[in-house]
């Protein structure tokens, strides 16, 4: 867990521009997996992000009516995220804790996400602790939302690192939909995992290069917008790209396995 708080340590130190984009542009967020959130989470519910990072999920549930707790490990992006919900009157506590060691009591919360974490955790044990933390703290018919890159993203990193000497990237451990499917039995019942965005990995891609060719942020975002309304159901693509994602429902009767 250290190495992955390292990690992101790191990586928000050189995006500190784009973070202030991220925070500032809260009300113009659009992602497809804002369809889950709409659909999983109303208003009056209590929704932990664990790994929230900018806490730009939150402030986009916050919008609609729901409460969030926002756990991040890295202290400095846990001040900033805290410092503009209380600037604007958003519904979200930030608490600098290790996802694998939620700071919550069992059952005090009516939903999880997390997203783009796990894959960062240098060993299986850690991602089965995180799982495990989830089930505890989520209410009884509670819902949980994680998601994790395709193989693409990790294979890219992993070249990026090695080409420069680990100056470039980030740690990315893939998983198959199969392995994440057992970490989802964890939570409990009704596991669904599938693949979305499928195109996004390449536009990330895309999107560095046109910020060093001066492309302004206006054009990107369009850009980006429509990366996303491409068609979704490539069938060879979806075992490459895409994020994996996994629906979990924890039952009104649960018992340990």
Not at 23 to 52: M, P, Q, T, W, Y
Not at 71 to 95: M, N, R, S
Not at 103 to 123: A, K, M, N, T
Request: aromatic share 12%; with cysteine; hydrophobic share 45%.
């Amino acid at each position: 867990m250290e190495e992955a708080r390292k990690d992101w340590a790191s990586a928000y130190e050189k995006a500190k521009r784009d973070l202030e984009r991220e925070i500032r542009d809260i009300d113009i967020f659009d992602c497809n997996v804002a369809k889950f959130l709409s659909e999983f989470f109303k208003a009056g519910h209590l929704v932990l992000e664990a790994g929230c990072g900018t806490g730009r999920f939150c402030f986009w549930l916050n919008k609609k009516g729901v409460s969030c707790v926002g756990i991040d490990i890295v202290p400095e992006i846990v001040k900033k995220a805290a410092f503009y919900a209380k600037e604007k009157g958003l519904p979200t506590q930030f608490i600098i804790a290790d996802v694998c060691n939620l700071p919550l009591r069992d059952e005090s919360i009516d939903g999880y996400i997390s997203l783009g974490v796990v894959e960062h955790f240098r060993s299986a044990v850690e991602v089965i602790k995180a799982f495990k933390e989830c089930r505890r703290v989520l209410k009884k018919r509670g819902q949980a939302l994680i998601t994790i890159p395709n193989i693409f993203v990790p294979l890219r990193n992993r070249l990026l690192l090695y080409i420069s000497r680990g100056r470039i990237g980030m740690f990315h451990k893939a998983y198959t939909k199969k392995t994440f499917y057992r970490f989802g039995r964890i939570i409990g019942s009704g596991v669904k995992v599938e693949v979305f965005d499928l195109w996004l990995p390449i536009y990330n891609i895309l999107d560095g290069v046109l910020k060093m060719l001066g492309i302004n942020e206006k054009t990107r975002r369009q850009i980006r917008f429509a990366f996303t309304r491409l068609p979704q159901q490539p069938s060879l693509l979806k075992h490459f790209l895409g994020y994996i994602y996994i629906i979990a429902n924890k039952p009104a009767l649960y018992f340990e396995q």
